[in-house]
Every structure is written in C-alpha cells, then in structure tokens.
C-alpha cells in the first residue's frame, strides 16, 4: 500500500509500496535471551562463476557475506551494526587499477534486491515488461548487461535490510531492548545511514586491499539522496576521493517530490517538475486529446511551458482569475489527458497519487507509481488517490523469489536466516546536517549542499545521473532541475551528464533501456577511469 508520504517517509523511494517485508518473527530477529553473539564476528563465503556480457565471457570470484561496523568515541570497539554485501571480483585483474562500484538501492531501509537482480549482477531475473509477472516459477538468466565488464561490484545491504542486522550484544533483554532502540535511533536516519555506509566503504577498502582502485557510487532512488550524504562524508571526513558518483531516480531535495504534494501547500514546484511525468505517462496510454507523434519532441513543449506559464499561474495563487484559470486548465487538459473540470476542481494541482487514480477512473483502473507503464484494477474507484503500486505488485514477487534461490544455492549464504525486504523501522529521522551548518535543520531533507561540497571539495569528481520519462516517484525533470540549481561554480557543471530513458524508476525493467543504462554507465567508468590516469 500507500505507506509513507513526503515528510513522513517517502517508503515510496524504492520498491516498498507492496511488500513491506520485515519478519519480526524470524529466526535472527532474537527474542529469547540470548545475545546476537552470531553477528559480532564478520561472515563470508566465496564462490566462482561465469558471466557473458554483450558476448564477452568475464570469469569472476562472488564473496557474499558481513563486515561489522563498530562504534566511535566512548563507543568505539563496540559492535552496532553487521552489513550483508554481495561482491563479485573479476578474476585475474590487479586491484589496484580495477574499477570497483559500491551499490545500493533506497528506501530509506531497503534491501538491495533490485538492482542485483534486475540491473548489473550477473544473474537478471525476467520479468514482463509493463504487465503482471506470471507467478513462480521464475527465470534466471545470464545477464547480458553486467557491469562487471566495467568494474567489480558490490552490493550492499541498508542495516536491518536483507542479511543486515543492527547488532545488541547484550545478555540481559531488557538491556539488549533499550540497546537496540538506541541503534535504531542512531542508524535510522540521513545522517546516521550515511555515516554507515561511509564505513562500510572504508572498511571494505582495507579488508580488500583496494584503496588505490578507481571508486564509484552507485544508488537508486532513496540511494541517490544516500549518495550525496555519502560522497561529502568519504571525501572530506575519510579523505577517499571518489572518481565518480552514478544517481538513478535522483531525488536530492525532497520539496520537488510530487508524491503526496496536496499535503504540502504553499510549495508549487513539485507540480511545474512533475508535469512533464504526467504528459509522458499519458501519451504511453494514449490518453491524449491529440496524440503526438513522437514523445521527446512533446516532452521539451511540455517542459517549456510548466517552467514558464503553468509555473507563473501557480504562483498567482487567489489572483488567478478565472479566465486565466480556466485557460490552464484547458492546457493541462491537452498535456493530461484529465478532464478539465477535475483541474479546476484541483485548483491545478494535482499530486502523483491524485494521477494515477485519475488517468484511467474510466475503466476503474490505477496507474502504476513507480513505473507509470503499467496498470492494475483499482482497489477502490471512489478513491481520492491511488492505494497501491501496480508495477511494484507486478514483480516483486520475481525479485525477491529469485533472489532467495540464488544466495542459497549458488552464493552459499543465508541458510537458516531471513532476507528482508526492508528494516524494521519505526521512525526514519529526516533532519540532516548540511556541509557548513550549525546543527540538523528541521525541514525537508535536502542533500544539494552534499554534493556540491563534495565536488567543490574534488573538482575532478564526475556526475552521471539517468532517469526514466514513465518515473511518477522521483520525476526525471524534478532531478533535471535539481541538478541544474545545484550551488556549484558554472565551470563544474561539465561534471555532470545526463540520459532518460523510456522506462521508470526501475530503468533496467525495461530489457532495452537496462542495454542503454549498462552502456552509459559502463562508458562513464571507462572515461573517468582514463581521467584519472593522466
């Protein structure tokens, strides 16, 4: 379902809006009185394998396993937190000159399951393209688009998410319960899941000897809002420059979001960001008026006019006359599909709930969130907004299914435990500590200020950030305009480059758009690799 909304918690940024799939109850989630003596330790199993990529056969080393992140200060020494990663090393090659890419998908608190199976690891999962996967069984196949051609990889884990556990080691349960909020409420947060994953990255580096390998970050989603967090930590906390920083379904400033956008009135600029979603999904659909020709042509018209009249009407506010208001409407009409009574009704606002309920009402069907491809019959037609995500209920269950068969019996690792699709988390603490400021700002999350220190801080650093035009969670213009406001010199917006894609928030689901990403992205470690050769 609909869980968290804007400010609440966006669960919304990855694929959580249908299986929210924290077992309290099992096995390694204590409930007895015994301590997580079993997570102190670091955990591993190695295993080989082959992956041909675009027809080139790359023999690799898979480690599946946990580092164990300790405390600092009047708390160093102490265990708090055991990371599940999956890495996968290309064998033969001299660590010190391979690329390596650290990966994680968002949430906040989600499991890496994603982009594993479905984007750069060396099994995919298949699932349909824009309609319901047919239940188990489900295929595994080789996968033609890894990203080990480009780099090694490794797939990391949020604490309390998949194998990862937060860590109370501690034998009295009452103790160890007091204990375990206290790392929620250190671990659950923007600031605390940086820092996290800014260790685990540093302590991957030493345990693999790969400190001197050209580094990247990859995140989807709730992952790119990390990876800013992150890169401004490992740069001017750890000294570790990183060569390049890869965003997919950027959010970075959570005021662009369209997702439950009626709630936060007086903030215009998630509609003017997010209209251009709304005309792509509509035109997919074939929900026009007049159905353009071709859709890239139509998006630039779109664009110009949201960020020109359209935004100009909003800011009127009550003196929008009516004339004008009713001339919006028409035009929305033409870009929506919606009728032009409902966007009068709407005051010309309408959110990405209040769309994809709308789009199709007439056949009582939803519009899928996260991939605006798809669709599913609506749970209850009378709603306001949609109830739930089609397309997340249309292939999570491939995912996780595959994925549970693969670490058992090919990685070796999880028998006897549970994966999470997501931590346990009650509370995610959205205040955040930007570069420069006094203390966390009690506002909408906003990560800009991170990335531009870390590339103010790291001239050579490279930005790569791709979208999907069908994305109705992180809109691809609402990046777009994120990065073009980012406070950083004009000169080091060559840094940064840019690729939609006809898909959604899950770019890859889409088997030619997963080709075209696998490209970019590979093109864009190849180049910055060279980069930093010279």
């Known amino acids: 379902m609909r869980k968290l909304r804007l400010t609440i918690a966006l669960a919304a940024l990855t694929l959580g809006t249908s299986a929210y799939a924290a077992d ?14 079993a997570l102190v330790k670091p955990q591993s199993s190695e295993t080989s394998g082959t992956v041909k990529v675009e027809g080139k056969s790359i023999d690799y080393k898979a480690v599946a396993g946990t580092l164990v992140l300790h405390g600092s200060g009047d708390k160093e020494g102490e265990p708090q937190v055991s990371m599940f990663y999956t890495a996968y090393l290309k064998k033969g090659a001299e660590p010190g000159k391979r690329p390596i890419t650290f990966i994680y998908n968002g949430g906040p608190g989600s499991a890496t399951v994603w982009l594993h199976m479905g984007a750069f690891g060396p099994r995919r999962v298949v699932t349909s393209d824009d309609s319901h996967t047919p239940a188990a ?59 996290a994953f800014a260790q685990f990255i540093s302590q991957f580096l030493s345990t693999y000897n790969r400190w001197n390998s050209p580094k990247y970050l990859f995140g989807e989603s709730y992952g790119t809002t990390r990876s800013a967090v992150v890169a401004n930590i490992l ?13 997919l379904s950027q959010i970075l400033n959570f005021d662009t979001s369209i997702d439950g956008a009626a709630n936060n009135p007086g903030v215009d600029l998630p509609y003017v960001v997010g209209l251009p979603t709304f005309a792509a999904t509509a035109f997919y659909h074939h929900r026009l008026p007049q159905q353009p020709a071709a859709l890239e042509p139509f998006l630039r018209e779109v664009e110009q006019y949201a960020t020109t009249e359209y935004a100009s009407a909003l800011m009127a506010g009550v003196r929008l006359d009516d004339a004008r208001k009713q001339a919006v409407a028409q035009k929305l009409h033409q870009y929506t599909g919606l009728p032009v009574s409902y966007l009068v009704k709407a005051n010309l606002r309408v959110d990405g709930g209040m769309f994809e309920h709308e789009l199709q009402a007439d056949g009582d069907i939803t ?136 898909s959604g928030h899950m770019v890859y689901a889409h088997e030619d758009s997963l080709k075209q990403l696998h490209d970019n992205v590979a093109r864009f470690i190849g180049e910055t690799d060279n980069v930093s050769k010279h």
Do not use: C
């Not at 309290?24 to 003596?37: V, Y």
């Open 24 to 37: 309290k109850n099992d096995k390694d989630h204590k409930s007895d009185d015994k301590p997580d003596a």
């Open 367 to 502: 519009t899928g969130r996260l991939d605006s491809r798809f669709s599913g019959p609506s749970l209850d037609p009378l709603s306001k907004a949609s109830e739930y995500d089609p397309q997340s209920s249309a292939i999570s269950s491939a995912y996780v299914a595959a994925f549970n068969d693969y670490v058992r019996r090919q990685l070796k690792f999880g028998d006897g435990q549970t994966y999470r699709l997501f931590a346990d988390i009650d509370h995610w603490e959205f205040a955040h500590k930007a570069p420069g400021a006094v203390e966390a700002l009690q506002q909408s999350t906003n990560v800009m200020p991170d990335l531009a220190t870390a590339m103010k801080t790291n001239p050579n650093l490279r930005v790569s950030l791709h979208g999907g035009y069908y994305d109705l969670a992180t809109p691809y213009y609402a990046a777009d305009y994120e990065m073009h406001h980012m406070p950083i010199p004009a000169a080091l917006q060559k840094n940064i480059s840019y690729a939609w894609y006809p």
């Open 137 to 195: 069984p489900y295929g595994l196949v080789n996968n033609d688009y890894s990203l080990l051609d480009a780099s090694d990889l490794v797939f990391i884990d949020a604490p309390g998410a998949g194998f990862s556990r937060l860590i109370a080691d501690e034998a009295d349960k009452g103790k160890r319960d007091e204990l375990m909020k206290e790392r929620k409420k250190q671990i659950y947060g923007v600031d605390g899941d940086g820092h």
């Open 235 to 247: 740069e001017n906390e750890n000294s570790v420059d990183l060569n390049g920083v890869i965003l």
